[in-house]
């Protein structure tokens, strides 16, 4: 799992810090929401440190309160937040759910219910912003549809706990890594999109009576349509993604999560599939390899029948003569 140091998160950004818990209050109701602040011990103080940068619909915090305390948020309406501990523990109460949460446990508190949180001293969070707009336009563009509740907890020790934390650390390094004025608005944008989309990914339900591995979101159940009716065309990438109204990286993150595979290596896989079909119910008098690997988009015929050979254990030659 990636690992993330405190003194790493936004270095080099400003760091607000204090022991007065109204100042800290008042601090974090400005960037977030109205909540209610208050230690959890004898000692009514914090020690408080804060850095943040934000850019466009996404923002990272980096936040240690000093001290144990317990926060009420009114509630977060318009933005997501996801909350990573980078040490010690924390917890989340949601009606009658709790999450316990620490380095390898996510925070994902609700944004249309009453929730309230408890943070032990040392345990410096780094925190996500996301506009909701921002991620209801990514779910769209994944599933066709809004995201419906998304669960309370992240585990960031799963393959697509782990990706996400990837994704949120390239966003980081991008945006402490020029000034706003200098950095380019399409790479933020896609660092952007393909962090929502795994949020979205490690925190999607699954499906009632489903088996997880029959699970397709619409956006590859799409592709695989597009690329099985154009298979013989000459496809990039990109016409690939624009054809579907997104974007490279989202097309890329989608079907990697769900697929383990590139755009590329899934219209290869198509484009031999149909070959197979071709082959076995031609005969050799009938049809020749050449002719069917070009039909099926292959131009090269000596890569053709090397790839043939190691996805099905035989040479087209030999399905041929079937």
């Given amino acids: 799992m990636v690992k993330i140091l405190p003194r790493d998160v936004l270095r080099g950004q400003p760091t607000m810090a204090t ?9 974090i109701a400005e960037l977030f929401c109205s909540h209610e602040l208050a230690p959890r011990t004898r000692k009514s103080a914090v020690d408080m440190k804060l850095r943040s940068l934000h850019r466009g619909d996404v923002g990272i915090e980096f936040l240690d309160y000093g001290a144990d305390v317990r926060i009420d948020p009114e509630g977060l309406q318009d933005f997501h937040l996801v909350q990573i501990p980078l040490a010690g523990h924390a917890s989340m109460q949601v009606g009658a759910s709790t999450v316990e949460s620490s380095p390898r446990t996510a925070t994902v508190p609700p944004i ?8 032990d001293v040392g345990s410096p969070h780094l925190i996500v912003y996301v506009r909701r707009q921002a991620l209801e336009r990514v779910a769209y563009q994944l599933n066709g549809t809004a995201p419906g509740e998304l669960g309370y907890g992240m585990d960031l020790s799963t393959a ?22 200098e950095s380019p608005a399409f790479v933020q944008g896609l660092l952007a999109d393909s962090m929502m989309s795994r949020l ?33 065309e000459e496809l990039t990438v990109p016409d690939i ?29 198509i484009r031999l599939d149909r070959a197979r079909e071709m082959l076995l119910e031609a005969g050799p008098r009938e049809q020749s390899v050449t002719a069917v690997a070009e039909l099926c988009g292959f ?7 090397a790839l043939y050979l190691k996805t099905f254990g035989e040479l087209p030659s030999e399905s041929l003569r079937r």
């Fill in 112 to 119: 249309d219910r009453p929730f309230s949180m408890s943070w």
């Fill in 200 to 232: 979205l990914m490690a925190l999607e339900p699954a499906s009632e009576g489903v088996p997880d591995g029959d699970k397709e979101s619409r956006l590859v159940r799409e592709c695989r349509e597009l690329l099985e009716r154009h298979a013989s």
């Fill in 19 to 27: 022991t007065d818990v109204d100042e800290a209050h008042a601090k």
């Fill in 160 to 181: 697509a706990g782990r990706a996400f934390l990837r994704s949120v650390v390239e966003l980081h390094d991008d945006l402490i890594s020029q000034p706003q004025s």
């Fill in 241 to 269: 993604a624009e054809r579907l109204g997104v974007a490279v990286r989202t097309l890329q993150t989608a079907l990697r999560a769900e697929t383990g595979a590139t755009p590329s290596d899934l219209l290869r896989s």
């Fill in 299 to 305: 131009t090269h015929q000596g890569r053709f029948s």
